[in-house]
C-alpha cells in the first residue's frame, strides 16, 4: 500500500510538471462543430474553414461626425494608428480597379459564360448591329464621355459588360474619396481591416481589441468626439470569451466556498479537509494532463466543468471519511460494502461520461476524457490516502453524530412510510406524464453563448452602413485538386445559379465568378471570336452606323487583343490577389480547398438544392439551418447513447445484485431523476438542448451512485447514518457546484447547471424511497 | 465602381453647358452695350433663385461621321441643383447636387463619385461658381478671355491646370448684350459639344422633391 501511495505521489508530480510545462487554453469554436459521418464532414469541415477563414476576421470600423472633412481626417488618423496593430488594412476600390485595367486586354476572353450557345447571336450580324446602336446611344447621353476613351479599341463595349459584373461583387452605397470609404451623406467613414489572427483564437483577439478599444476614445477625442464604432465576429467571441471566463470565476469561487463550508459544517475537523480536497485536486489535475496528451490543449468550458467536477469528486473521500469515522471501519461486511459502493459508484460514473466519447462532437469528448479520467484519478487517490488521515483514536465530534444520526433517522423515518414513498412516486409519474409530452427542443447552437446587445446594436449599425452580407447561405465547392479546377466548377456553378436567379429561386449570389473565369472558359470565348468574327464584320457595322470605320481598331494592332493568354490568378498582384481572390477560398484540410459562394434571398432552398444535384462538388449549407440540424442529430444521436449507457450500467448493476430490488433500487433513481428532471423543466417552458442532454447524461451516470450507496450499506448491515449523511452530502456539494451552474449567464452552462441540479437532487430523494421501500434492513433479517 | 478605371474627365462636360446660356436676365432693349468684364458679364447669375431653359446640344464626335443631336431642358434651383434632361432621341438626366452626380440612363440611375477625380470635381464646382457669379473661384481655374463686339460677347475660359485641361481644352460662351446664346466646349480628346439655347425662365422656384421628380421620370414638366 505504502509503494502504491509512493507511486501515486510520483505520478501525480510527473503529471503536474507536464500540465505546467504544456498548458494551453482555447476557446476554439470548432469545440462545438459536429465532427459528424461521411456524409456532413465535408460541411463540417467548411464550417471550421469559415471560422478561419479571412471573411470571419474581417473588421468594418465606422466612423461618424458632423460633416466629411471631420470623418475623413479621423478615418485617416485612425489608419495611420491601426498599421501598427496586427491588422491588414483592406484598401477596397483600389484593388478592384488594379484588376479592372487587367481585364480590359483580356476584353473578348470574358464576353460570355456559354460561349458556343451565345455568342451566335451576340455578335452575329443582328447582334454587331444592335452593339453598335448601343455604343452610340452611350456616347450620346450623359455617360458618353466614360466610354469615349475605351470606344476606339472597345466598340462593342465588351470591357463595360465585364465591369457590369465586376460591380455584382460590391453592392455598397460607399464611394471612395482620398483614400477612405465614405457614405452618401459624408457623414461617416468606413474602414475595413482583416486580424492576423482568427477570430475564434481568444488570447491574439483580446488583445487585439484591448487595444482597438483603447485607440477609438482616443482617436474620437481628438477629432471632435466623432463615434467610432465596429463590427467583427471576433468582437463577439471575444466579448463571449470574457463572460464565460467571468461566469467560470463567479461560479467555481462559488461553488469551491460553498462546498468547502459545507464540509467544514459537517465534519468540524479542519484537518479533513485536505483529506477531502486531495482527490479533488488529484482529479483535477489528472483530467488536464490527459486532456493535454490527448488534444494538445484544454477548452475553457472543459475547465468550467472541471470545476464542477469538484462536486462529485468530493463524494469518493466523504464517504469514506464517513465511513471510517462514524463506523470505525470496524463491521468487516460495512467495510466491505462501503468499498464497493464506491468502486462501483465511480465505475457507473464513468461508463455515463465515456458515453460522450463516441458522440462526435469534440467539446464532449473532451468534458468526458476530462471528467472520466479526473473521476477515476479523485477514487484511486480517495482510496489510497484518505485512510491515511484518519486516526484510530479520533473522537466523532458531537456535530458530525448529530447529523449523521438526523440523517439515518429520517431515513428510517421514510422507511415507515409507505404513503410517503408512494405520494413522491405518484407526483413524479404526474409530473413526467404531463411534461414530457410538452417537452421542446432548441438545437441552435448560437442559443449556448449569449450576445452582448450593446454589441450586437453596433454591429448592425456599421453592417447598414456598409451594406453588409450576413452570408449565412453559401454554396462551397469541393474535392477538386487545382485552383483552375476550382474555376471551371465555379463557371459551372454561376450557370445553374443564374438559372435559379431567373426562376426566381434565389435574389442573387456574388461569387469569385464575377471577377474571374476558369482559363478553360476564356480560352472558349477568345476561340470562338477568333474562328468566327471578322474585324472587318464590326467595322462594316461601324460604318453603317455613320460611324468612321478607320477610327477603330477593335482587335489591336494586327490583332494583338485576340493574342493574349487567359487572365491567370498568378497574373494578379499579390496584393490583389489577398484582397479579392484570397477570402472566397477556404483551406478545409491540408491540400484541400474549397471554393465559397455567397447567396441572397435564397426563396426555394428545396428547389435550389435540387438544381444542384447536377454538380456533386458543390454543398449548398445554410450555416445557422445546418448547425441546428446538426446538433439535432447529434442531441438524437446522444440520446441513443444515453440509452446505451444505461444499458451498461444496468448491465453491471444486474451483474452485481441478480436480484430486482436492488437493481431497481439502484438503477430506478437516476432513470426517474432524468425524466422528472426533463418534465420540470418542460412544465416551466424551458426548452432543452444539447447541453441539458449532455446533464442527462451526468445524472445518470452520478445518480446511480445514491442508489448503490444505499443499497450497499444495507446490504452491509450498516447503521443507516453514515451513508444516508454521505449521500446527503455528495448531493448537497454536487448541486452547490453543478447547480450553480445554473446562474451562468452562459446558457450552455445554465442548462447543464440545471438539469444536473435538479437531477441530482431527484436522484437523491428516489434513491431514498426507493431503497426505503423496496429494501428489506438485512440486519433485521439476521435478527 | 465597376467604371472606376474609365476616365470620367469629360463626364460633365455636357452638364456643364446647359443652364450658363439661360441665367442671365434678359436685359431692357436699347443700345448695344458690351460687358465692361468678367464680373458684369456673371454678376446676373449671383442673383438666380431658379431657372428653366430648353436647349439643343450638338455633339460633334471624331468617332462619328455626323453629329448626335440633343434636345432637352435644364432646370435649376439656387445654390447648387442642377437637372439636365435629354428627351430626345434616347431620354436620360444627370443631377448635380453639392458633391454629388447623379445619372439616369437607360441602365437606371446610379451615383456617379466624381470627388474621386479631382479635375472632375474641379469641373462640377467651375459650373458651380459661374452659377453663383463668383468670379474669383472661376478665374483661380481658368485663364478667362472676354471679347465684345457690337454688343455681342465671348468668354472663353482656358484651363490652368494640366490635368483640368486633359479633359476640357476650352468652354466658349457667348451671348448677345444680357442674352446668351451659345456654349461650346472642347473635350481633351478634340470632340466638342456645342449647345443653342432657347428662351428661359428665370423666375421659378422649384423644391428639391420637384427637381428629384424631374430627374427621375422622363414624363414630369418642373
Known sequence: MKFLRLASLAGLLLIAAFVVRSLRVTTDLSYFLPEGDATSQTESEILRALSQSELSRRIAIA???????????????????????????????????????????????????????ELPELLGRDGLRALIENLKDTLGSPTGSLVREVAAKDPLLLSIRMLERLSKLNATSLTSKEGVLVSEDGKAAVLFAVSREGAFEGPAQAQLWRQLDALFPRISAQHGNVTIEASALARHAVSAERGMRADMLRVSTISTVAVLLLLWIVFVRLRYLPLLLLPLGAGFLVGTGVCLAAFGAVHAMTFAFGSALIGVATDYPVHLVNHLVLERGNATGSHRHSYIALVLGAFTTVLGLLCLVWGGLPGLREIAVFGASGVSAALVVSLLWVPVGIRPGDTVPLRHLKMAEISGNAFSWLRNQRSVCWLVLVVACVACARGLPQLKWEDDPRKLTTLDPKLTLEDSRVQKLVAGENGAELVVLTGLGSEQQLLEANDKLALVLDRAVQAKVLGGYSSLHHLIWSEELQARNLDWIRA??????????????????????????????????????????????????????????????????????????????????EMPEAHYMNVSQYQAQAYAGFRERLLLLLAGGLILVALTLLLRYRAWRPFICSLGPPVLAGLTASALLALVHQPLSLMHVMGLLLVLGMGADYGIFFVESLLGRAAFGAPSLSVGIACGSTVLSFGLLALSETPALRAVGQMIGLGTLLALVFAAVLSAWLLKDTREQAA | MGKLFLNRRQCLAAALLGPLGATLPAEAAGEPHCPASVAEVLQPFSKLVGLKADFVEEKRILLLKKPLVNRGSVVFMAPGNLVRRIDSPTPSAVWIRPGQFWVRDKSGER????????????????????????????????RIALTCNAGAWKLELMPRAPELAKIVRSLRITGQQAAPETLELVDGSGDTSLTRFGKANNQVRYTEAQLKRFFSSPAAKP
Open chain 1, 63 to 117: 466612423i461618424s461626425g458632423k460633416d466629411e472633412s471631420q470623418v475623413l481626417d479621423a478615418a485617416k488618423a485612425l489608419k495611420v494608428a491601426l498599421k501598427k496593430l496586427p491588422l491588414r488594412l483592406s484598401s477596397g476600390p483600389d484593388e478592384v480597379q488594379e484588376l479592372a485595367v487587367k481585364l480590359f486586354s483580356h476584353r473578348y476572353q470574358f464576353v460570355s459564360d456559354q460561349p458556343e450557345q
Open chain 1, 532 to 613: 468566327k468574327l471578322p474585324e472587318g464584320a464590326i467595322k462594316s457595322a461601324l460604318e453603317q452606323a455613320d460611324f468612321a470605320g478607320d477610327a477603330f481598331a477593335p482587335f489591336g494592332e494586327n490583332g494583338s487583343a485576340l493574342r493574349v493568354s487567359p487572365l491567370r490568378l498568378t497574373d494578379l498582384s499579390g496584393r490583389t490577389y489577398q484582397e479579392l481572390i484570397a477570402p472566397w477560398f477556404l483551406s478545409l484540410a491540408p491540400g484541400k480547398r474549397g471554393l465559397l459562394t455567397r447567396l441572397h434571398a435564397v426563396k426555394d432552398p428545396v428547389a435550389l438544392q435540387r438544381a444542384l444535384a
Open chain 2, 111 to 142: 451615383k456617379l463619385d466624381v470627388a474621386r477625380w479631382g479635375p472632375a470635381n474641379v469641373l462640377v464646382n467651375s459650373f458651380l461658381y459661374v452659377l453663383r457669379g463668383d468670379v474669383g473661384a472661376l478665374n483661380k481655374h481658368y
